[in-house]
């Protein structure tokens, strides 16, 4: 009978039965089965709350709606009337049909989270946690579960009189490096408990927590510890599909609501809490805070519960004098105060996704104002750029994730630049496998070392804590310790060796990763520390002893002292900044060299006479093979523009103009314009930049060496000179394929009788490419040693570039410059086959010669923008939820710096 009424009903109103089931996710006959009378009440209800979910609360909010978003409002607050007049009947409504007609009626009008492919966090009621103050008991109690999380539960006599003697050596390095240190009181007290502890056969808790007290003293007597207030954020962890992806987990549409932005004045858990975000009527989520070097403001990053994006704001430390500074769709993201007044922080404004996985938007370094007015992107990244903090010395240091002809494994690491963007230098790590990913590098006061985490490209919530110094080399092992030193470099191991910065380092306790890391000395630093999968703010030093600051309804993230800093050096401004009406056309940078063979291998000296910079862009598709939309079966790549090529001077010089705001790469050309060397890093130039490159490759810690006259640099800066052709963006459709068509399918036409092998006719292949395509690149194997064939058929493999994904996720072989003249168009087969003329007498033509000496120079590519371009703007379950809507065919051109607000 059942059956038949809902039969009825499909039959009766099929409309409105599917949507039913579309909104709710039960048939009727669920509802009718269930005995639960309330579900299609709560069903109305959580409709309407999603309905609801972006609703405009603030004043800022409701002066930007237009006309139609005002009246959907009005309509939708309608619709939230008739609910609560439907639940203000209470049990006399239980059975009423308007709860179908409220689903009907605002199922329509919600925007659906996607959840199929491109799954985002799921809705969670905006909520923050009540701020509140610790009793004393209860902040006593939060110690005492600290230090036994830290003895594994078991204060046994050997731990009591290992934790005395970690004591005694704590305040014996204090006193000797700040004299005035007095721990009379502490050492007495030591002494006491020493001779119990002598005798002592058994696990004693008092015991334990007596020692651990002057322990405690002792360590916040430091006087590096100046400060009684710390900020920091409690946060929830983002969620949805593959949420602790470094990249993923950062933006608005993976953020969860139940933020907090606080001070805590007293170094314990029973200080006391100002929570100064957020503020009525909003909920949110933040990241990374910055403090003014006054300590009077804070700069900070929040998404509001009924946004899609994080903007920027600013507040004064007693709460007062909240300003917005930026708005918008772009996630903008951990801001910093610059010396000269201006900010610098992270934002999506570039438009580009990260390569790995779609549709993760990428974040790039920008500039602009104190009240976040003129905007401009200081970086030629596509990939994204993290945590920018100012160096003690003004330069900034931050974390760059690059794929330049690189595996897409482990190219995230430590790059600096000055605060305007120009003279962008690799800090550390750039061919190294360990660590993974290095972020929250800040320099170490009075040093001219930087503190870090070593964390996951698809773990961010994991990491062990190290210290670069650059002084000891720039790749792995060299200039770089590991300070915890019981935690392996998260995702890829540790190395074949692990330098660590005490030999004598203790475990306290068990930690699944590190994470924000403030260095106070050269020796102590706060730090987040992952306990039973909850981050609490310790002040720690380098041997591993540790106190407990406060542990968050959350986690605690990213702490600040709350104390006035140095203001850093003030490095002056070298950038031609373009005015509104100029961004179109900035002004044009230069980049020279005094002697490019400076540093490279000596075999290449005196063969090159040209430099070929290329161009990087990326796109975004839905993914498939890894990446989208897919430009190459060789690498994760993105489109490769040939600028074209500059002569060297026959003493190795070179000067040339170059275009700013785009990420070069460069290749060093013989007479035949074949790469005999290749840069697997890009480099740019601001607007008016002149920054000159110490041959190949560039280091941080040699002086160059200097002639008197280098012929290029006495002379006025070239031009680039384009390449023959109009189509600039490599592919094979266009730059190899009319090639074979031209002088080798006559002979190369199939399988048929009279027809040589390989078979070079056009003709689909597997998943997106065409062959021959994958039989000329040698079909290259991804996150694996690339092994040939025993018997590879004709023509495999004959192009010769370089198999950059051909290697074991961490083999460090993958990240390291190839010796010169042993790959690409030097060495390639397919170049020498069409240009020697011993096959057949086939010559190519010159121009056509040089087509597919380029394709195979810039790692052969599938696609180029043409091709990208006659791909449709991705349409898929949810898309229009996003807060920027990914596009292909109609993406912008977002030209760099800017303006770009």
């Given at each position: 009978m059942?059956?038949a009424i809902?039969?009825?009903?499909?039959a009766g109103?099929p409309?409105?039965?599917d949507d039913l089931?579309?909104?709710?996710?039960?048939?009727?006959l669920?509802?009718l089965l269930?005995?639960?009378?309330?579900?299609?009440?709560?069903?109305a209800?959580?409709?309407?709350?999603?309905l609801?979910?972006?609703k405009?609360?603030?004043?800022?909010?409701?002066?930007?709606?237009t006309?139609d978003?005002?009246?959907?409002?009005?309509?939708?607050?309608?619709?939230?009337?008739?609910?609560?007049?439907?639940k203000?009947q209470g049990?006399a409504a239980r059975?009423?049909?308007?709860?179908?007609?409220i689903?009907?009626?605002?199922?329509p009008r919600v925007?659906f989270?996607?959840?199929?492919?491109?799954?985002?966090?799921?809705?969670v009621?905006?909520?923050?946690?009540?701020?509140?103050?610790l009793?004393?008991?209860?902040?006593?109690?939060?110690?005492q579960?600290?230090w036994?999380?830290q003895?594994a539960?078991?204060p046994?006599?050997?731990?009591?009189r290992?934790?005395i003697?970690?004591t005694?050596?704590?305040?014996?390095?204090i006193k000797?490096e700040?004299?005035a240190?007095?721990?009379?009181?502490e050492?007495?007290?030591l002494?006491?408990?020493?001779?119990?502890?002598?005798s002592l056969?058994?696990?004693?808790?008092?015991?334990?927590?007596?020692?651990?007290?002057?322990?405690?003293?002792?360590m916040f007597k430091n006087?590096?510890?100046d400060?009684?207030?710390?900020l920091?954020?409690d946060?929830?962890y983002?969620?949805?599909s593959?949420?602790?992806?470094e990249?993923r987990h950062?933006?608005?549409?993976?953020?969860?609501p139940?933020g907090?932005?606080?001070?805590l004045?007293?170094l314990?858990?029973?200080?006391h809490?100002?929570q100064?975000?957020p503020?009525?009527?909003?909920?949110g989520?933040?990241?990374?805070p910055?403090?003014?070097f006054?300590?009077?403001?804070?700069?900070?990053?929040f998404?509001?519960?009924?946004?899609?994006?994080f903007?920027l704001?600013e507040?004064n430390?007693d709460?007062?004098g909240?300003?917005?500074?930026?708005?918008g769709?772009?996630?903008?993201?951990?801001?910093?105060?610059l010396?000269?007044?201006h900010?610098?922080?992270?934002?999506?404004?570039?438009?580009?996704?990260?390569?790995?996985?779609?549709?993760?938007?990428?974040f790039?370094l920008?500039?602009?104002?104190a009240?976040?007015?003129?905007i401009?992107?200081v970086?030629q990244?596509?990939?994204?750029d993290?945590l920018?903090s100012?160096m003690n010395?003004?330069r900034?240091?931050y974390t760059r994730w690059?794929?330049?002809?690189?595996?897409?494994?482990?190219?995230q690491?430590?790059?600096t630049?000055?605060?305007d963007?120009?003279q962008?230098l690799m800090?550390w790590?750039n061919?190294?496998?360990?660590?993974?990913l290095m972020?929250?590098a800040?320099?170490?006061p009075?040093?001219?070392?930087?503190?870090?985490?070593g964390?996951?490209h698809h773990?961010w919530f994991?990491?062990?804590?190290?210290?670069?110094?650059?002084?000891?080399g720039f790749?792995?092992?060299q200039?770089?310790?590991?300070?915890t030193?019981?935690v392996?470099?998260?995702e890829?191991?540790?190395?074949?060796?692990?330098?660590v910065?005490?030999?004598?380092?203790?475990a306290?306790?068990?930690?699944?990763?590190y994470y924000?890391?403030?260095?106070?000395s050269?020796?102590?630093?706060l730090?987040?520390?992952?306990?039973?999968?909850?981050f609490?703010l310790?002040?720690?030093?380098v041997?591993?002893?540790?106190e407990?600051i406060?542990?968050g309804t959350?986690?605690?993230?990213?702490a600040l002292?709350?104390?006035p800093?140095?203001?850093?050096p003030v490095?002056?401004d070298?950038?031609?900044?373009p005015?509104?009406n100029?961004?179109?056309?900035p002004?044009p940078g230069?980049?020279?060299?005094?002697?490019v063979y400076?540093?490279?291998?000596p075999?290449?000296?005196?063969?090159a006479?040209?430099?070929?910079?290329?161009?990087?862009?990326y796109w975004?598709?839905?993914?498939y093979?890894?990446?989208g939309?897919?430009v190459?079966a060789?690498q994760s790549?993105?489109v490769?523009?040939?600028?074209?090529?500059?002569?060297?001077?026959?003493?190795?010089?070179?000067a040339f103009?170059a275009p700013?705001?785009?990420a070069?790469?460069?290749?060093?050309?013989?007479?035949?314009?074949?790469?005999l060397?290749?840069m697997?890093s890009?480099v740019?130039?601001?607007?008016?930049?002149?920054?000159g490159c110490?041959g190949?490759?560039e280091?941080h810690s040699?002086t160059?060496?200097?002639?008197?006259?280098?012929?290029?640099?006495v002379?006025e800066p070239?031009?680039?000179?384009?390449p023959?052709w109009a189509?600039?963006?490599v592919s094979?459709?266009?730059?190899?394929q009319?090639?074979?068509?031209?002088?080798?399918v006559?002979?190369h036409a199939?399988?048929?009788?009279?027809?040589?092998?390989?078979?070079?006719?056009?003709?689909?292949?597997?998943?997106?490419?065409s062959?021959?395509?994958?039989?000329l690149?040698?079909r290259p194997?991804?996150?694996a040693?690339y092994?040939?064939?025993k018997?590879p058929p004709?023509?495999?493999g004959?192009a010769?570039?370089i198999?950059?994904e051909?290697y074991?996720t961490?083999d460090?072989?993958?990240?390291?410059?190839?010796?010169?003249?042993?790959?690409?168009?030097?060495?390639?087969r397919l170049?020498?086959l069409c240009?020697?003329?011993k096959h057949?007498?086939?010559?190519?033509?010159?121009?056509?010669?040089?087509r597919?000496i380029?394709w195979?120079?810039?790692?052969?590519?599938?696609?180029?923008?043409?091709e990208?371009?006659?791909i449709?703007?991705?349409?898929f379950q949810?898309?229009?939820?996003?807060?920027?809507r990914?596009r292909i065919?109609?993406?912008?051109?977002?030209?760099?710096?800017?303006p770009?607000?």
């Open positions: 059942v059956e809902l039969a009825k009903l499909k109103f409309e409105a039965y089931v579309k909104f709710t996710g039960r048939s009727p669920e509802y269930s005995g639960d009378g309330d579900a299609l009440a709560r069903e209800e959580r409709l309407v709350e999603l609801l979910e972006y405009p609360l603030t004043e800022h909010q409701k002066s930007k709606q006309a978003e005002a009246r959907h409002w009005a309509e939708a607050e309608k619709l939230e009337a008739r609910l609560e007049r439907l203000a049990p059975h009423s049909p308007e709860w179908i007609e689903i009907l009626a605002a199922g925007q989270r996607p959840h199929v492919n491109e799954a985002v966090a799921p809705y009621r905006p909520h923050t946690p009540q701020t509140k103050d009793a004393a008991d209860e902040a006593r109690q939060a110690l579960r600290d036994l999380h003895c539960q078991t046994t006599p050997e731990r009591i290992s934790e003697q970690w005694r050596q704590l305040a014996a390095r000797a700040h004299p240190s007095d721990f009379t009181r050492l007495a007290g002494a006491e408990l020493e001779k119990q502890a002598a056969r058994t696990a004693d808790k008092e015991m334990y927590f007596r020692v651990r007290e002057l322990k405690r003293s002792v006087p590096v510890v400060f009684q207030k710390v920091f954020v946060m929830p983002p969620a949805g593959e949420w602790p992806h990249t950062r933006l608005g549409y993976m953020a969860v139940g907090r932005l606080l001070i004045d007293g314990s858990p029973g200080g809490l100002t100064l975000m503020q009525a009527p909003l909920h989520s933040f990241w990374r910055d403090l003014s006054d300590a009077k403001k804070v700069l900070f990053c998404k509001p519960h009924n946004e899609k994006a903007h704001y507040i430390v709460g007062s909240l300003v917005q500074l930026t708005d769709i772009y996630d903008d993201l951990d801001p910093i105060y010396p000269d007044g900010l610098l922080f992270s934002t999506t404004r570039g438009h580009t996704y990260v390569r790995c996985m779609p549709p993760t938007n990428a790039v920008a500039r602009c104002e009240d976040g007015k003129n401009y992107l970086s990244n596509n990939e994204p993290y920018p100012v010395d003004g900034v240091v690059e794929y330049t002809d690189k595996p897409l494994w482990r190219a690491k430590l790059w630049m000055n605060p963007g120009t962008v800090y790590g061919q190294s496998v360990w660590p993974d972020k929250d800040r320099s170490i009075k040093s001219r070392r930087v503190m870090f985490t964390s996951a773990n994991s990491g062990s804590v190290g210290i670069i110094d650059p002084d000891g790749n792995f092992p200039g770089i310790t590991k300070v030193a019981d392996p470099w998260p890829c191991g540790d190395g074949p060796v692990d330098p910065e005490r030999a004598d380092y203790h306290s306790g068990q930690y699944a990763g924000s890391p403030y260095p106070l050269e020796r102590d630093f730090v987040s520390a992952n306990r039973g999968d909850k609490v310790y002040l720690m030093d041997w591993g002893n540790r407990l406060y542990e959350h986690n605690i993230f990213h002292p709350l104390r800093r140095p203001r850093p490095i002056a070298r950038v031609a900044w005015m509104r100029e961004r179109l056309d002004k230069v980049i020279y060299s005094g002697d400076q540093g490279a291998p075999e290449l000296r005196g063969k006479k040209y430099i070929d910079p290329k161009t990087y862009t975004y598709k839905r993914p093979i890894s990446t939309p897919v190459s060789v790549e993105g490769k523009r040939i600028l074209g090529t500059v002569p060297l001077e026959p003493d190795g010089s070179v103009i700013p705001g785009k070069l790469h460069f290749q060093l050309l013989d007479a035949d314009q074949r790469a060397h290749t697997r890009f740019g130039v601001m607007p008016g930049e002149r920054r110490l190949c490759h280091s040699r160059p060496v200097v002639r008197s006259q280098a012929m290029a640099l002379k070239r031009a680039i000179a384009p023959p189509d600039d963006t094979y459709a266009r730059y190899v009319p090639v074979l068509d031209k002088y080798c006559k002979c199939g399988e048929g009788p009279g027809q040589a092998a390989p078979n070079l006719t056009f003709r689909p292949g597997p998943e997106v490419f062959e021959p395509y994958l039989t690149i040698g194997s991804w996150g040693p092994q040939a064939p018997d004709p023509g495999f004959i010769d570039m198999m950059v051909g074991h961490v460090p072989a993958a990240y390291l410059t190839p010796r010169p003249m042993t790959k690409l168009s030097y060495k390639s170049v020498e240009a020697s003329g057949y007498d086939v010559r190519v033509d010159p121009v056509n010669l040089q597919i380029v195979v120079d810039a790692m052969c590519p599938y696609r180029g923008e043409e990208i371009r006659a449709d703007d991705p349409v949810g898309v229009d939820w996003l807060s920027i990914p065919k109609t993406a912008p051109t977002i030209v760099r710096p800017g770009v607000d």
